[in-house]
C-alpha cells in the first residue's frame, strides 16, 4: 500500500484497509507542494506563480513496473475526490465512484489510479481562494489568468514529484476530456492512451455565451467586492445564477421533459405569484445554493476562462497540426444528447487524427442525459473504458473479456469471402474496413499479415467489440463521406457486403476510391440464375440463398449483378484489377458465364 | 384612410400620406381605454383590472364588409409598432416592418391590419410600470399576475371598441402564437383563420428553466427595490442577464457560430484578463444593455411568467380538447433550428388539430436562425402567409397566383393513375393523400367530387403550392407513423407511386390500413415482361419505361411485383377490393398475364 518516490520519501496510498463492497473505501485528500515560492511556474498568461500546492488522492497499488497509472481529470465543478468517502459520515461518495473502484470499470485492483484538483481550483489545489504570499490575503482577482495547458503543466510536475514515470492512460471528461487532449499533445512519450469524454478542442459561440453571462451574472453581484468578498458575504446569488445557467446546458431538453416535466412543487394548481413553483426551478434553485456552499465565485470565473481560451486550432495552427506528435491511443467518447460539446465536436477531434492517421477509436453513446452523461451512463461508457484500457494493458487479453461476443451486423459475412479478401490483402498493408462489424477480418488480417487495420462501423456494439480487440474503429455513417481521409491514404479499403445496402453507392464507391490505393468489393450477384428463373417464371422479386429477404424487409436497397457493377465502373472510370465470381462455399472463381452461375462476387478496384 | 367605429366616433388611420417604398411610411401609436376604473376586468388568477389602456397602431384601410382585418400579435419584447416609422428621424422601423406593407407578403394595400401592445408590457398598454389608482405610484410586484388569456380578452375588447366584427386572422410568433392559438379557442367564431408561428402550446421544462434563471436575476439585483425601483436606478445588471440568456436561445448554435464563431473583438490574441473579448459576449453585453434603456424588469417577470403558466394541455385536460370546437383555418409554422420553441412542439399543435379533423397546414422550415427566424426569414415564412391569407380572404384566387408551380415530387403521376384513382373515390369522401405532391388530385376531387380532401408531403414547396390551392396539407414523414389520425377516420387513403420508395413498407401501408376505411395503393410492377426480359437476357437490373432508374440512383428502395403484393396483402390479411392491373395510357385493366403484362398496378384495399 506505499510506493517510493525517486526522492526516498515514502507517499502513504490513500487506499485505506476499510473496504466497502466494490468501494475503495475510505480515502485521505492529500496535498503536495510541486512549486516553491522562490522557483514560480511560468504560466501561458506570461506570468508567474508560486507557491503551487496539489490536492489529490490515489485508489489502487501502484505495480513494480508502474506502467498501471491511470490519471482522471475532473470537470469544472469537481475535485481530487473521484471515489470512496473522506469521512464514514459522508453522505455522498466521490464524483466517479461509479467508475473507480475494485472490480469496477476502472479497476482499483489492477490499476494504480490518481486525480488532483486542478489549478485555479478551490478544492485543495492553489486557485484564487488562496493566499497571495505578497499580500498575505486571498489572491481573488490578482490571481493570475491560467489555461488548461497550466493545469496540465501543475499535474504533470506532481506526478514528477510522486515518482511516476509513465502513464497507462488519461481520462476525463468535459474540461477534464480537455485537459486529457492537452496531455496527449504535451507529453507524447508520457501517455500510452488517452480517452476524453464529452469534450471539445474549443468551445463554439453559444457555450462562450452560456458562460459569459454566467462570469456577468457573478461580477454583477453586489457582494462581489472585485473579487474581494472573502471577509464579507460571498456573491451568492451570482454564482448561484452561474451555476443554474450551466446546469441547464448540462441535461438536455429531452431529460429535462422526462425528469421535471411541468410539474409543481406543491399543488396542481398555479399560485399565481412570481415566487419558484414548478419543480425545475426549485430544483435549479437548490442547484445552485449547494454549490455556493462548496465553491469559490472567483475559481467559476477563472476556470471558465480557461475552458474558453482553450482552442486547439488556434494554438497550433490548425486541428490537425496539434496532433501531428501525438502518440497515444485515443477512445474518444461523446452522447447523442450532449448540446454544450457535441457529438460533432468530438467527431472534429477524431477526423483529426485520422488525418494524422492515429491510433483512434470514437464511439457516440445514445443517451438522454445530455452533457451530464459523462457522469451517468457509466454502464454504456464504463464498458468502452474498461475494454480499452485492458486492450491497451494487456493486448493478448482480449480472448479471455466476454465482451468479445457476435456483433449485431446485419449480414454475418461468409467465410469464402473472408478467405478471398484475405489472399488478396499484401503484407502489411494498411486495411480500412468499412462495416467492418465484430473486427474479425481486420484481426486475421492483422495476425496473418501484420496489416496496419482500422475500421468503420455504424453499431456501437461493433465499436465495443473492436475496441476490446485493440481495433481502432470509428462509429461513423460511410453515407456522409470522410473528408478526414487523405486521397490514398489507405492501401486497401475494403466494402464486403455492403454496397447494395447503401442509400447512395456512387457516392460511397467514389470517396473510397479517393481514400484507398485498391478498394476491393464484394456484393450479392442479382442475375444469379436462381433469380432470374424465379422472376421469370415466379413472377416474384428473388429470394435466393445469396439475397435472402422478402422484397419489404430486405436491406438491399438496390438490386446490382456483375455486369450492373462493371458498367457502373466503366462509367465511373475505375479499373477492375481483378474479378473473382464466386458459387456458395468454392473459393474457385465461376468461370462459365459467371454473371449467370456466380452467386456473389469480390472486385478488386483503383481510380488514379 | 378613415374608418367609422360604431359609437360614431372617428378613428384616424395610422397609414399616413408620407410612404416609403414598399413602406407602410410614418404612423403614429395610438392608445384607447377599453377598461374603466369603476368596471374591472376579471383576470384569470382571480384579481381585477382597471383602468385599462391598449396602445395600437393599424396599417391599410378596412374595406366595406369589414372582412380583411388582420390582428398581428407580438412576442416578448415587441409593442404595437409592427412597421413603417413613428418618427422620420428613427432609425429603425418597426419590429415586422419587412412582412408587414404595400404589396409585402401581409399586404396593406389589401389587408387592414391592427396589432397592440400586450397587457402586462411596458410600451404604452397597462402594465406592471403603470400607475395603480389606488396608490398613485406605478403597480410594480402589485401588478396582478396575468396569462395570455387575459392578453387575448384585451384585445378582443380593443376589437370591439374599434368595431371591428371579425377577423380574417390572426399572426404572431413566439409569445404572439400563444396568443393565436388562444385566439382560435376562445373566439372561434371571430376568426376565420389563424397562423401561430414559432410557438408551442407549453413551455417544456428547459425553458421554464431559462425563463426561471432570468427572473431570478433580476429579483436579486441590488437596485430592484421588490419592484419598487421607479424613485431609483432600474435594475439594469439583472434586466440585462435576463436578456442575455433569452437571446442565447433566440438564436441556434449554428447560427451563433456562423455569425460570431471564436472570433475575438479587437486583437487575434488573447488578452487574458476577464473582461468581455469575444465578438459574441460583447454582442450579448450589447443587447443586454440596449434592452435595458427600452424595457421593464417587472414587465420581463411578468411577461415570462405568463408565458410560464400557458399550458393549453393543461387548461383544457388534453391538447385535444382544447381545440374541439375551435372553427378556424390553421397554418402552423415551425423553424428547424427553433430549440426554445421546437419543430416537435408544433408537430404536437398538429397532431391535436388532426385528431379533431380541424383544417390545418403545417410546414417546418429549414433555417439556421433559430427561434429568431420567424424575424428573419422573411422570404420562406412570408410566402406560406401570404398564400394562405389569400387562399382564405378569396378562395378563388389561387389559379392567379404564382406560387402554384410544378413541385419538386420526385416522380410525376401518371394521368392513367390519376383518372382512374379519381373513378374509385366516392362523393364526398373524406381523402388523405400520402405524398400529395402539389395537390393536383386532390384539387380534382375537390372540384369533381367534392371530396373533404387533405394531404401530406415531405417538402416544402410541396407543402406551399397546397396552401396556394387552400388544400389543409402538413409537412410530415409518414414512415414515422401518424397516431393522431384515429382509426378509420378518413374514408380513403391514397398512397400512390410511394409505396416501393418506402424504408418500410409495411410498417407505413399497415399505419395507413388503419387510418382509412380504404387505401388505394399504387406502384411500378417489377414482374413485368420488360423487367423479367432484360434480367433474364441482358442479366442486368431493369430499367424499363415504369421503372426508369438505374440500379444505383433508383429512388425505389423496394422491387415488387402483383404477386409479391398480393401475397403481402394476403400475410398481412388485408382485402383486396379492386385491383387494375395497368399498361401504358391505357385505362382498361390488362386481363391477360396481368403479373407478365402489366407496367403499373392500382388496388383498393381494407384491413377491418
Known amino acids: 500500500m506505499v510506493f517510493t518516490a525517486p526522492q526516498g520519501r515514502l507517499y502513504t496510498n490513500s487506499y485505506m484497509a476499510e473496504n466497502f463492497e466494490n468501494s475503495v473505501g ?35 497499488e501502484i505495480n513494480d513496473t508502474g506502467d498501471n497509472v491511470i490519471l482522471i481529470c475532473h470537470a469544472l465543478s469537481g475535485n481530487a475526490h473521484v471515489a470512496g468517502k473522506n469521512d464514514p459520515e459522508d453522505k455522498k461518495p466521490g464524483w466517479w465512484d461509479t467508475m473507480v473502484g475494485p472490480g469496477k470499470n476502472i479497476d482499483t485492483n489492477k490499476y494504480f489510479v490518481i486525480c488532483s484538483n486542478f489549478l485555479g481550483g478551490c478544492s485543495g489545489t492553489t486557485g484564487p481562494s488562496s493566499v497571495n504570499p505578497v499580500t498575505g490575503t486571498p489572491y481573488g482577482l490578482d490571481f493570475p489568468i491560467i489555461t488548461i495547458a497550466d493545469m496540465v503543466k501543475v499535474q504533470k510536475l506532481m506526478l514528477d514529484k510522486l515518482g511516476i514515470k509513465q502513464l ?32 471539445t478542442s474549443h468551445l463554439g459561440a453559444q457555450s462562450i455565451a452560456f458562460d459569459a453571462v454566467g462570469r ?22 451570482g454564482l448561484g445564477i452561474a451555476r443554474m445557467i450551466g446546469h441547464i446546458t448540462y441535461l438536455s431538453e429531452q431529460g429535462m421533459r422526462e425528469k421535471f416535466g411541468r410539474e409543481l412543487r406543491t399543488s396542481d394548481d398555479y399560485r399565481y405569484d412570481l415566487d419558484p413553483e414548478f419543480s425545475v426551478e426549485t430544483y435549479l434553485d437548490y442547484k445552485g445554493q449547494t454549490f455556493v456552499e462548496r465553491f469559490d465565485a472567483n ?6 476562462k480557461a475552458a474558453d481560451y482553450f482552442d486547439l486550432k488556434k494554438e497550433y495552427d490548425g486541428l490537425e497540426n496539434a496532433f501531428a506528435n501525438a502518440k497515444s491511443r485515443f477512445l474518444i467518447v461523446s452522447f447523442s444528447s450532449d448540446w454544450l460539446f457535441t457529438p460533432a465536436q468530438s467527431e472534429a ?40 484500457l485492458q486492450a491497451t494493458y494487456d493486448p493478448e487479453s482480449c480472448s479471455k473479456c466476454n465482451c468479445s461476443k457476435k456483433s449485431d451486423i446485419s449480414k454475418p459475412r461468409e467465410r469464402v469471402d473472408y478467405e478471398l479478401i484475405e489472399a488478396l490483402i499484401p503484407q502489411e498493408a494498411s486495411v480500412l474496413d468499412v ?14 499479415k501484420n496489416i496496419r487495420a482500422e475500421g468503420i462501423d455504424l453499431q456501437r456494439n461493433s465499436v465495443l467489440n473492436c475496441v476490446c480487440k485493440g481495433l481502432p474503429v470509428i462509429q461513423y455513417d460511410i453515407e456522409r463521406g470522410f473528408s478526414a481521409y487523405d ?21 460511397v464507391f467514389t470517396e473510397l476510391l479517393r481514400i484507398g490505393k485498391k478498394v476491393i468489393v464484394s456484393f450479392p450477384n442479382f442475375a444469379n440464375w436462381r433469380c432470374r428463373l424465379q422472376l421469370l417464371t415466379k413472377g416474384k422479386a428473388p429470394v435466393t440463398r445469396g439475397l435472402p429477404f422478402g422484397w419489404h424487409n430486405t436491406p438491399n436497397l438496390h438490386v446490382v449483378s456483375l455486369k450492373d457493377f462493371e458498367q457502373f465502373c466503366k462509367k465511373l472510370g475505375v479499373t477492375i484489377e481483378k474479378r473473382f465470381p464466386l458459387k456458395e462455399y468454392r473459393l474457385s472463381p465461376v468461370k462459365l458465364a459467371p454473371n449467370f452461375f456466380a452467386e456473389q462476387a469480390i472486385y478488386v478496384t483503383s481510380k488514379d
Open 26 to 60: 475510505i480515502v485521505k485528500t492529500q496535498t503536495i507542494r510541486i512549486v516553491e515560492t522562490d522557483s514560480p511556474l511560468s504560466l501561458t498568461c506570461g506570468k508567474e506563480l508560486g507557491p503551487i500546492d496539489v490536492a489529490y488522492e490515489t485508489y489502487g
Open 168 to 199: 497507462l492512460a488519461v481520462i476525463g471528461g468535459s474540461i477534464g476530456g480537455m485537459q486529457v487532449l492537452q496531455w496527449a499533445i504535451d507529453y507524447p512519450d508520457f501517455v500510452k492512451a488517452v480517452i476524453p469524454v464529452a469534450t
Open 216 to 237: 456577468n451574472a457573478i461580477l454583477a453581484d453586489s457582494n462581489f467586492a472585485n473579487g474581494q468578498y472573502h471577509q464579507g458575504p460571498a456573491p451568492a446569488h
Open 299 to 304: 475559481s467559476y470565473l477563472y476556470i471558465t
Open 349 to 388: 477531434i477524431v477526423n483529426a487524427l485520422v488525418t494524422n492517421r492515429k491510433d483512434v477509436s470514437f464511439c457516440d453513446i445514445h443517451s438522454s442525459y445530455g452533457h451530464d452523461a459523462f457522469l451517468l451512463e457509466t454502464e454504456k461508457l464504463g464498458k468502452f473504458i474498461s475494454c480499452f
Open 435 to 448: 462495416g467492418c462489424g465484430d473486427g474479425e477480418l481486420l484481426i486475421h488480417l492483422k495476425k496473418d
Open 487 to 507: 486521397d490514398k491514404s489507405i492501401d486497401v479499403v475494403i466494402l464486403s457486403q455492403t454496397l447494395q445496402t447503401l442509400k447512395d453507392p456512387e457516392k
